[in-house]
């Protein structure tokens, strides 16, 4: 029997980028854990330099700065975690750290967003965190503002407010993993290639969300976004 002939259009997944018209293409969007030490330590984790934990979202997971974003389905606790971003116009394998800015096209706020309770149950019988950290809506991103115009900030505020509440507050300087190692760290276990993305940590101060909160994440000097849990 002849198999009917499938066709389809999937949009691929972009972000903006600051003060243009142009589009980022989107490939891939990576994260790593535990990367600030009081939030391993408020997640009751430890930290081993030796092994640091990483763990992957799909790309279709972005929302753009200013747009509702979901509360998904399947979880009774929504967490925020603010990060900055990297977003790479290059890549490769086995990156040397003092090379590794060079892949960089620019930097950006976003949140990674997680099912708490979800990666609790999975955390206890040491599954992975998939579905509490790869689902749908769970990458907010702000636009991306080119390394070609502010550098690469060593030390920037990022911070988190809900509904004009403080949340999480440190200095990118506090990461225990700094960008240049966290991309050659990547690019011994992928290839990194031009439109990845690598949320790079949260500090302490994670918490829940609720429909109706109004979220405003800041890299100071860098970005901003905005939105609301609808």
Not at 111 to 138: C, E, I, N, Y
Request: aromatic letters at 6%.
């Amino acid at each position: 029997m002849t198999q009917p002939i499938v066709s389809f259009s999937v949009a691929a997944a972009s972000a903006a980028i600051a003060g243009s018209a142009a589009r980022f293409p989107v490939r891939r969007i990576f994260c790593i854990g535990r990367n600030y030490a009081e939030h391993a330590a408020e997640m009751g984790a430890s930290v081993d330099r030796g092994n640091p934990v990483f763990f992957c979202k799909p790309a279709d997971a972005l929302v753009a700065d200013g747009t509702d974003i979901p509360y998904p389905q399947a979880t009774q606790e929504l967490h925020h975690e603010v990060e900055m971003v990297v977003a790479l116009h290059s890549g490769g394998t086995d990156i040397a750290e003092a090379d590794a800015l060079a892949h960089v096209f620019g930097y950006a706020v976003g949140l990674d967003l997680t099912r708490r309770d979800l990666q609790a149950a999975a955390k206890a019988k040491g599954l992975p965190w998939d579905t509490a950290k790869a689902f749908d809506h769970s990458a907010p991103l702000s636009a991306i503002r080119p390394a070609s115009e502010i550098g690469h900030p060593r030390g920037a505020a990022l911070t988190l407010e809900v509904n004009g509440t403080l949340r999480q507050n440190t200095d990118i300087a506090q990461m225990i993993f700094a960008v240049p190692e966290i991309l050659a760290r990547l690019s011994r276990l992928f290839e990194l290639k031009a439109g990845d993305l690598v949320f790079t940590g949260t500090p302490a101060g994670v918490g829940p969300l609720a429909r109706g909160d109004v979220v405003h994440a800041r890299l100071a000097g860098v970005a901003e976004l905005r939105g609301r849990i609808a």
